[in-house]
């Protein structure tokens, strides 16, 4: 009943045969996309803005770099779990394998706090570019229907709700759909970015870029630390490994090729965006992108860019919810949440429970509560699991030298180190609210762990039922 016992591989692999085995349809392009699905959207056009007037000013492409790099260490760490162990439930799985049924539970309590967060706060930013839109065509839908109480006139997000039941309705009919609708929205958006920089590049001014830290160093750190909620969907891409094909290949190359491209796709963006517009013109917008156009007198570009901001953001509701169903699957077929949550459609081969289970949570947080600063636990939430991760390929690499790699991390003793000190780094730089809370929900995962999922545990259960057969 050890709480530091490891789950074999073995074990993990073959519990995704049969029935409760999810439907294998992913190759390396769809996993690609997906990544670009979810980390090209509300941090290309929200975050971008907010970071730069309060926080890293021109310096913002630094902070896209910094992030960008704490992300690539973790994410060498990531190809190698998820080529070695292609099973759906990401960190938490890896931590299983590699740590222990403690660090596995600890992971999944966080990435269910990181997700659950993440995809109220987006469907919330996706009703207020769908709203804008529909005011600049005339439609002015009543105040009390487009936001949550303690917003002006506001009683309930209706818009926010409806956009996280027509997700949840898409993940139930089948991944390759899913997957397919990803790749349209993913073209277009990618189409949109290209546009904005064909049409803003030639009207940067270097004035712009004068102080180019105005907050100083820590200011670039702390925006590197806020705008890091944009890279949630790279851990998203290895929720989807029991349902790739070939894993061991097409796994590494998905998140580190779709790494690579949205970290060069925001230094891109972030440099033109505050060479075009000084960087406190962006405290008045939440469409920072959208606002720069308009700003040159581009209004037909404006148009344009909130269409793809909407179409950025909703790949980014729909890979992270995807995401959040397939861990409270894996940890519901491991027995550390009720079993309610694991079920798997016949027909479809998708989890339906968890899928409705999430659905009906973030719909009541989307339409309810204003979350505000709650988004950062987000943030805190991914650097947790990637210094976890990371720790974990190196744990593994003494306990399993034998074990068959199809990727492996290059330089670990150099790789880890950096992914944890550069991941630790932002996380300190986060507000002192944001730690209090993450300990707070520490806290209760702690409670809930050694008063239900320690006894329900598949694997202690199994342990247990060995030692009786034994004896």
């Known amino acids: 009943m050890s709480i530091f016992k490891t789950k074999p591989i073995a074990s993990l692999i073959a519990e995704t045969e049969g029935k409760q085995g999810l439907k294998k349809a992913l190759g390396a392009t ?107 065509v005339g439609i002015h839908l009543p105040a009390a229907l487009i936001g949550a109480p303690g917003t ?81 969907g790279f851990d998203a891409v290895s929720t989807a490994a029991e349902e790739t094909k070939n894993p061991q290949k097409n796994l590494p190359r998905g998140i580190l090729f779709s790494l690579l491209i949205c970290t060069v796709l925001y230094i891109v963006v972030s440099g033109i965006l505050t060479g075009v517009v000084k960087y406190t013109a962006f405290k008045n917008t939440s469409a920072p992108v959208a606002y720069a156009l308009q700003q040159i007198g581009i209004n037909w570009g404006s148009a344009a860019v909130s269409i793809g901001a909407i179409c950025g953001i909703t790949s980014v509701l729909l890979v992270i919810m995807y995401g959040q169903t397939r861990i409270f699957f894996a ?54 699991a990637f210094m976890i991760v990371s720790i974990g390929v190196w744990v593994l690499r003494v306990k399993r030298p034998d074990l ?28 002192t609210a944001t730690l209090w809370r993450f300990v707070i929900w520490f806290a209760i995962g702690m409670v809930v762990y050694f008063s ?3 006894r329900h545990s598949a694997l202690n259960q199994a342990t247990s039922d060995s030692a009786e057969h034994a004896s």
């Open 30 to 136: 769809d996993l690609t996309l997906l990544g670009i699905g979810a980390v090209i959207g509300t941090g290309i056009f929200v975050l971008t803005g907010v970071a730069a007037a309060n926080y890293s000013g021109p310096a913002l492409v630094v902070s896209f770099i910094l992030s960008g790099l704490a992300c690539f260490f973790a994410a060498l760490c990531y190809a190698e779990f998820a080529s070695t162990v292609p099973v759906a439930g990401s960190a938490y799985t890896y931590s299983y394998a590699a740590l222990g049924e403690i660090w596995a539970w600890i992971i999944g309590w966080d990435l269910i706090l990181e997700y659950t967060v993440s995809i109220s706060a987006v469907a919330i930013g996706w009703s207020g570019y769908a709203v804008t839109l529909l005011n600049s």
């Open 152 to 232: 002006p006139g506001g009683f309930i997000n209706l818009p926010a709700m409806i956009i996280i039941a027509l997700i949840a309705w898409l993940l139930l009919s089948g991944v390759r759909q899913t997957s397919n609708l990803n790749g349209v929205i993913v073209f277009i958006k990618l189409a949109v970015i290209a546009l904005f920089i064909f049409l803003a590049v030639w009207h940067v001014h270097p004035s712009n870029w004068h102080p180019f830290m105005p907050y100083g160093f820590n200011g670039v750190v702390s925006g590197a630390a806020v705008i890091f909620f944009a890279y949630l």
């Open 331 to 384: 940890m519901s077929r491991d027995g550390l949440i009720p079993k309610a949550f694991g079920k798997v459609s016949e027909k479809q081969k998708t989890p339906v429970s968890s899928t409705v289970i999430v659905a009906v949570a973030t719909m009541i947080m989307a339409g309810f509560l204003p979350i505000g600063i709650v988004a950062d636990l987000a943030n805190i939430g991914t650097l947790f």
């Open 404 to 431: 068959k790699r199809a990727f492996r991390t290059p330089w670990v003793p150099v790789v880890v180190p950096l992914a944890v000190l550069s991941c630790g780094y932002l996380v300190i730089h986060l507000q």
């Open 452 to 454: 239900y999922s320690r």
